[in-house]
């Protein structure tokens, strides 16, 4: 995916927050970004991330509105 980055749009869903903090690690020095759409716990507790307020606070983390 790194090698990638900058040459095609990329985007990925995580349900973990592993997974993002990995992702957060890798690409915060990456000059492009990439797109992470993160799948919360919406109460199935079959997947997703059980606080989203974990992903707002990982320093390469930016959010588009």
Not at 3 to 29: N, P
Not at 33 to 45: F, M
Not at 47 to 58: D, M, N, R
Request: aromatic content about 4%; proline content about 3%; glycine content about 6%.
């Amino acid at each position: 995916m790194a090698a990638l980055t900058g040459k095609v749009r990329q985007s990925v869903v995580v349900d973990s927050e592993t997974i993002i903090e990995g992702l957060s690690a890798r690409f915060a020095r990456e000059p492009q970004h990439l797109t992470v759409l993160v799948e919360c716990n919406t109460g199935a507790d079959r997947c997703g991330v059980a606080s989203p307020e974990v992903t707002a606070k990982l320093e390469s983390v930016r959010f588009r509105l």
